[in-house]
Nanobody
Framework: QVQLVESGGGLVQAGDSLRLSCAAS????????MGWFRQAPGKEREFVAL????????SYADFVKGRFTISGDNVKNTVYLQMNSLKPEDTAVYYC????????????????WGQGTQVTVSS
């Protein structure tokens, strides 16, 4: 079992950058595929990015390609989401999640979730 705690959210202006962190405790996150998802008010939770546990390979939603980067630090047991060129439509609660089975873009495949961190981008 792994516990996840996100941090790094906040209020920024369009074009700014933020780096979200997801600190894992319990089992090391290298045992899991790690994903970032987001949920805006009234909308379904959507996939943002993932990093695979063995290869370190990454995948991104089309709407963040070229702007967001997911990375992991095995020593710190932390996953990051670097977000650049933020847009108002990026406003959402961002969640970190861990999957012990498959690396999926579907939130239903993830067993463990953090509490979320709010990102608000003003125009």
């Amino acid at each position: 079992q792994v516990q996840l705690v996100e941090s790094g959210g906040g209020l920024v202006q369009a074009g700014d950058s933020l780096r979200l962190s997801c600190a894992a405790s319990g089992r090391t996150f290298s045992n899991y595929h790690m994903g970032w998802f987001r949920q805006a008010p009234g909308k379904e939770r959507e996939f943002v990015a993932l990093i695979r546990r063995s290869s370190g390979g990454t995948s991104y939603a089309d709407f963040v390609k070229g702007r967001f980067t997911i990375s992991g630090d095995n020593v710190k047991n932390t996953v990051y989401l670097q977000m650049n060129s933020l847009k108002p439509e990026d406003t959402a609660v961002y969640y970190c999640a861990a999957s012990g089975t498959i690396a999926s873009t579907s939130y239903r495949q993830y067993n463990y979730w953090g509490q979320g961190t709010q990102v608000t981008v003003s125009s």
